[in-house]
């Protein structure tokens, strides 16, 4: 099922053996390589410290929050070493502006859906300008869409491209 970070980003993390909440997901920790959710920034409920819930440690998405076995889970930034190319990134996927292969501006990335058994980003949700959105609205793009992603900007191929093979509009 797909849920759109929104919903996710304030969720308490639930512990299976206290039964209360022990932190707070601040913002999801991004591969930009592959758009996968790797963890989740948190803070925590003790000391007010930022740690790091990893995904594999989540035990079941409910709608209160993120399900997790005990507080222990919760890990220090430096303590992930495979992480740790990813954390120094510090990638953030919104606001980044979205163009086409040809050139064109689109918008800006204003949400997106993540897939919550894969953690895998699915679509990415452009707001157009003011004057775009009175035509043409929202825009909603595909993964499979996606040309290339930088730091500074996400190029979707050209839907107009000869050979691109046409999506259907968001309803």
């Known amino acids: 099922m797909l849920q759109l970070s929104g919903m996710i980003v ?102 997106y859906a993540v897939d919550g058994s894969s953690m895998y980003i699915q679509k990415l949700y452009v707001g157009q300008s003011l004057l775009k959105s009175f035509t043409g609205g929202q825009l909603s793009v595909d993964r499979s869409q996606i040309h290339e992603i930088t730091m500074k900007r996400i190029i979707i191929n050209d839907p107009l491209e000869k050979g691109a093979v046409p999506v259907a509009a968001a309803a």
């Open 10 to 111: 304030g969720k308490p993390v639930l512990s299976l053996r206290t039964g209360r909440p022990v932190a707070v997901i601040t913002q999801p920790i991004i591969n930009p390589n592959n758009l996968k959710i790797e963890g989740f920034y948190v803070l925590d409920n003790r000391d007010k410290s930022e740690l790091i819930l990893l995904v594999q440690d989540i035990r079941e998405i409910i709608s209160k929050g993120f399900v997790v076995n005990d507080h222990g889970v919760l890990a220090e930034a430096e303590d992930l070493v495979r992480l740790k190319d990813i954390l120094a990134l510090n990638f953030v996927l919104d606001g980044k502006p979205v163009d086409t292969t040809g050139g064109k501006r689109l918008g800006k990335l204003i949400d």
